[in-house]
């Protein structure tokens, strides 16, 4: 009896909400958190619009309605909700459990069915309050979704909605009472700050559940070669082509996203967004590799692909090593931009989510899509990373692990290179382990050579390397890693050349690593027995771990502040300080002679502990002071000379109102001595 006595008081009617500012404060926050999940594609654009439409109506009609709700429309409500319900269960159980948006696009839709159906039974102020709770879920289910910040206007809308809604709550609940301002820019400042707290002391982000995004084809298209390399000048779909040293820079040119990689090319990249991508840690981005090297291209031996089908989940073949160092890494790839059909991935891949069909593997690792790979592709790998310690690594010093002939092909040279082993060897003399050779020859090329994408052409017929290491010793990546790569192989270490991507700047408020187009990079990977290739780069660092949101929000700030010319925005600040203080002196500053005694009087009975009452007369609280300093009339007659001044305009001699000045400014309140005249 007392559970279904509870049940009935739960569900009383409540007193309706009469407030037109807070019903429109509450409309404004489940509007914009539609249209944040609209812009984020979780729910079909006119989908959203009917759900904006449906709720502004069912407000205007719940408060049309709000004193005598008809009868029925409760009853239509939890019909809707119910039949939202078993709509959002059937679409979770119909998907795959392993994808996260198979939970958060049906409950995107979830919210918004329930917040429409709700929006016309929403009379009393508990049910509106339930209206802004919901567009908060809402608005968490499209920020786990967002990848940029172009969800913050959003949620900068809905906060401002929302703080506009307590407002009047608090106004409405109060009986028409006013926030101060100050109250209020306390309040905030507060809040800012606890945030602000929190934010910066924030671990770094790190994977709890193993739950797989859900890939998507983007605006990409057929490749007419399957398994070909496409994405050339910014056309996913287009087969890409060897670049010129005359010509526009290409995929296949520069970036070295082709079947061969050309040291001789120049060309410059810029700033802008390729990818997207979210990782457990950050790594190297493999897109393919070369272990053919003719003095000025490098070409692939292993470059012979086979398709891969049934769809996703591809389960690719086991990496050429594994070890107990190994580390799960779980990559999802957010394309901004064409990039080409490589599928980037952490070493060793070992599972990806594509939207393909079938993809194209190679026995270096390669993994080419049979679809360009354009703006909005999503996809996902699973990878081992290999994490060996540097003294792991110089255990294994003693032969490669490797057969003959791979052997022959990972150390092979067109040439014997005389002049570049005999600096090798110089160079290393002292080391008696690969791991200690590679680290050397990168401290000497960190030493000796200077890195630059502004760099002359290639002579005709020169050598990238011999150009490189006994020229100008000015290059880029593709020169340093090349010379690297070559003065390992004259050693007989067995090292291949890669390219892909390192990870570009952290965004600490999207936990989202932001892959720019200038960080296409090469870099060399040396084999090693029980562990497989370990990447090393002269040219580029690769953190361990992701940075923790707060050290990254601070170090961009420093960066910021630094920037900032301290001297003129020092002068500036100054100046605007020196005359806002100046005004607001002027402004605080007595106009009178009289207006100063009245204040100096006020401030000395406060001293006193006798403040001067809002009702009041000066007259009367100075006859209340005399009181205090044990009779007389010092502090009346001083009241007389300046409303004789204030109201009759009669102003005492000079002297006279230097001594009434001198007088009121005593620290205590005693027994003033009568002024002359």
């Known amino acids: 009896m007392r559970a279904i006595e509870a049940i009935r008081r739960a569900n009383e009617p409540r007193a309706p909400e009469h407030s037109v500012r807070f019903r429109v404060a509450c409309t404004g926050s489940v509007l914009v958190a539609i249209a944040a999940c609209a812009s984020l594609g979780e729910v079909a654009r006119p989908v959203a619009w009917i759900a904006m439409l449906l709720v502004s109506v069912g407000m205007v009609f719940s408060y049309v309605t709000r004193v005598r709700p008809p009868g029925l429309i409760k009853v239509l409500v939890a019909i809707g909700a119910i039949a939202s319900l078993t709509w959002f269960f059937h679409q979770v159980a119909s998907r795959p459990p392993s994808d996260i948006t198979a939970v958060e696009d049906p409950l995107t839709v979830l919210f918004m069915s329930i917040l429409a159906v709700h929006s016309f039974h929403v009379p009393a102020r508990r049910d509106l309050m339930f209206s802004i709770g919901a567009s908060a879920g809402l608005m968490a289910v499209g920020a786990a979704q967002a990848i940029d910040l172009g969800f913050g206007p959003y949620a900068l809308a809905w906060v401002a909605f929302g703080l506009w809604a307590l407002l009047e709550l608090w106004s409405s609940a109060s009986g028409g009472g006013r926030v101060s301002v100050a109250g209020l820019s306390a309040s905030l400042g507060g809040v800012t700050c606890m945030a602000a707290a929190v934010f910066l002391v924030l671990p770094a982000p790190s994977v709890g559940i193993r739950i797989n995004f859900l890939s998507r084809q983007g605006s990409g298209g057929s490749v007419s070669v399957p398994g070909a390399l496409a994405g050339d000048a910014g056309k996913p779909a ?105 599928v980037f991935h952490a070493e060793s891949a070992y599972e990806l989510w594509f939207p393909s069909s079938t993809v194209y593997y190679s026995d270096d690792g390669t993994i080419v899509s049979p679809i360009g790979v354009g703006k909005g592709a999503i996809y996902t790998v699973d990878s081992d990373v290999s994490a060996p310690t540097p003294n792991q690594l110089r255990e294994f010093s003693g032969g490669t692990g490797l057969t003959p002939e791979m052997q022959q092909v990972y150390t092979q040279l067109p040439d014997p290179y005389p002049q570049v082993q005999a600096l090798a060897q110089s160079i290393t003399a002292g080391d008696t382990n690969n791991y200690d050779r590679v680290e050397s020859l990168i401290s000497w090329m960190g030493a000796h050579t200077h890195y630059s994408t502004d760099i002359p052409p290639l002579p005709p017929g020169a050598d990238t390397v011999d150009e490189f290491l006994f020229g100008n010793r000015v290059g880029f990546c593709e020169q340093i890693s090349t010379s690297l790569a070559v003065m390992l192989r004259t050693l007989g270490i067995p090292v291949r050349e890669t390219v ?178």
């Open 238 to 342: 287009e087969l890409s082509r060897s670049g010129t040293s005359s010509g526009p820079t290409r995929v296949g040119g520069y970036l070295g996203f082709a079947n061969s990689l050309d040291t001789a090319l120049r060309g410059s990249l810029s700033h802008q967004v390729v990818m997207w991508v979210r990782a457990q840690r950050p790594s190297y981005w493999v897109g393919e590799t070369f272990d053919s090297w003719d003095g000025v291209n490098w070409s692939s031996t292993k470059n012979t692909s086979h398709p891969i089908g049934d769809g996703a989940p591809f389960i690719l073949p086991i990496p050429e090593a594994t070890s107990t160092t190994d580390q799960a890494d779980l990559q999802t790839f957010f394309v901004n931009t064409a990039v080409a059909d490589l």
């Open 500 to 677: 892909g991507y390192v990870p570009g700047p952290y965004n600490p408020l999207t936990d989202l690593y932001e892959v720019q187009a200038d960080d296409a990079h090469a870099w060399v990977q040396v084999w090693f027995p029980g562990y497989g290739w370990q990447s090393f780069d002269p040219t580029a660092a690769v953190p361990l771990a992701n940075p923790s949101p707060g050290a990254t929000a601070l170090s961009d700030i420093g960066k910021a502040l630094g920037r900032v010319p301290v001297v003129p925005v020092s002068s500036v600040l100054f100046g605007a300080v020196s005359v806002a203080v100046l005004v607001r002196w002027r402004r605080r500053r007595p106009a009178t002679w009289a207006e100063r005694v009245a204040r100096d009087v006020e401030r000395a009975g406060h001293r006193a502990g006798r403040p001067r009452r809002p009702s009041e007369t000066f007259a009367e609280y100075a006859g209340a002071l005399d009181s205090i300093s044990g009779g007389g009339d010092a502090w009346a007659r001083i009241a007389s000379y300046v409303e004789a001044s204030a109201y009759g305009g009669r102003e005492p001699p000079p002297e006279t109102q230097r001594q009434l000045l001198s007088a009121t400014r005593r620290t205590r309140l005693v027994r003033i001595r009568e002024p002359v005249g």
